[in-house]
Every structure is written in structure tokens, then in C-alpha cells.
């Protein structure tokens, strides 16, 4: 079946330091690949997402590239904030009969200090 | 434009009580979900709708969960009796669309969501 990981977390880090957050899925046929980000107390919302081999997905600085051979789509921010704070879903629609429906990770908890 | 509404934020019952969730999707939206998340999990989805007809609800505990979505509008999930692992965040969401089967993808707007603890 489908499935979708993430590194082992919670991740901390300074402001200003890079950030990589590894994901990796399993997948039949070509899935489109997504990162949702939940602040707190707040419902998950699409941060970025790519839909086919080497596609680049980007937003709010954030960055991740469809990556086929390696069935990866790391997640990396160059210079993280505060406000960046927050718990990063990977996620993955495997197409076709799947319709819809989403496929999660299970989650890396980012804290950034001042 | 409004997002998704969910109520209530929380609820907390016993185990074998009956509990429901309702879920007001953003205007137009045909498809909306129900996924569960358990703490330290990503979300499960539970049952997907195409306006009120069900699109998927391979992974719904027929048993004890059942979900409607009259009118294709409001939906609203049920859980009798609950057992103590039922305790997670219920989230809704809702997309303009249906993923189709040529690839297509709609984004899907979450709700805030509904925290149930089962004690």
C-alpha cells in the first residue's frame, strides 16, 4: 500500500539556521507529493506541493523537489524564523481510484529559538 | 472567504457514550473528508463524499462510525458507543472537486478540527 515517512523528530533549531526535514513515501504509479504545516491550535494548511518527477514545489521560502529515484521529497528552508514553529506533514494523493484521499506522515514537530 | 467550520472544538465523554461531530464546508465545495488523528500520527482519512453520495469509507469502523452528508452540504460524524482509542482530533476538509483519475488534484482546506478525549 501507500505510505508516507517522515524523520524521526521533534526538530529545534536557532533562528536563521537551516532546516531539512526528510520525507520518503511508497507508492504505486505517480503520486503527487504535498507538505501541509499546522501552527498551533490551527487546522493543517497546504504549504507546498509538486505533482510530477522533478517538479520543485516552493512557498514562504520553503522548498522541496520531487525526487522519483530516490522516492524522497525533503522538506528545506534556508533561513528559519520563529514563526516558523510549527508541526510539517508530508503527504501524498497515490491518483487514479484513490481519488482524493491523502496519505500523511506522522508528523515533525519544528521548534525555532530566538 | 469563509474556511471550514467544525464544532464542537472539543469534547470529552466516556467510553461507551455516543458523541457527534459537524463539519460546514467551504461554499461551493463538493468533496469533503473526515480523517483522524491520533496524537503523535498524521492523519487517517475516514470517509470521503461527492457531494452526499460516498466516494470511500474503506477505513471507517462501520461498526461504531457512521457519517452523513445530507444535501451535500453539512456533514456530520458519529461515533456509538466510543472506546478509549477513539480519543484523536477529528478534522474535516473539503475541496472544490474530486481528485480525478487523470491526475487532477484539488487542494483540500482543513478545519480547525474537534478534539475528543474518551475517558
Known amino acids: 500500500g501507500n505510505s508516507v515517512t517522515q524523520m524521526e523528530g521533534p526538530v529545534t533549531l536557532s533562528e536563521e539556521a537551516f532546516l531539512t526535514i526528510n520525507c520518503t513515501y511508497t507508492a504505486t504509479g505517480y503520486p503527487s507529493l504535498f507538505w501541509y504545516v499546522q501552527y498551533p491550535g490551527e487546522g493543517l494548511q497546504l504549504l507546498l506541493k509538486a505533482t510530477k518527477a522533478d517538479d520543485k514545489g516552493s512557498n514562504k521560502g520553503f522548498e522541496a523537489t520531487y525526487r522519483k529515484e530516490t522516492t524522497s521529497f525533503h522538506l528545506e528552508k534556508g533561513s528559519v524564523q520563529v514563526s516558523d514553529s510549527a508541526v510539517y506533514f508530508c503527504?501524498?494523493?497515490?491518483?487514479?481510484?484513490?481519488?482524493?484521499?491523502?496519505?500523511f506522515g506522522q508528523g515533525t514537530i519544528l521548534t525555532v529559538h530566538p | 472567504e469563509a474556511g471550514v467550520a467544525q464544532s464542537p472544538r472539543y469534547k470529552i465523554i466516556e467510553k461507551r457514550q455516543s458523541v457527534a461531530f459537524w463539519c460546514n464546508p467551504i461554499?461551493?465545495?463538493?468533496?469533503l473528508y473526515w480523517y483522524q488523528q491520533i496524537l503523535g500520527q498524521g492523519p487517517k482519512l475516514l470517509i470521503q463524499f461527492q457531494n452526499n453520495g460516498v466516494v470511500d469509507d474503506s477505513q471507517l469502523p462501520k461498526d461504531r462510525f457512521s457519517a452523513e452528508r445530507l444535501k451535500g452540504v453539512d456533514s456530520t460524524l458519529k461515533i456509538q458507543p466510543a472506546k478509549l482509542e477513539d480519543s484523536a482530533v477529528y478534522l474535516c476538509a473539503s475541496s472544490l472537486r474530486i481528485t480525478g483519475v487523470a491526475g487532477r488534484s484539488y487542494e483540500q482546506y482543513f478545519g480547525p478540527g474537534t478534539r475528543l478525549t474518551v475517558t
Open positions: 503527504a501524498l494523493n497515490a491518483g487514479g481510484t484513490s481519488y482524493g484521499k491523502l496519505t
Open positions: 461554499s461551493g465545495h463538493a468533496t
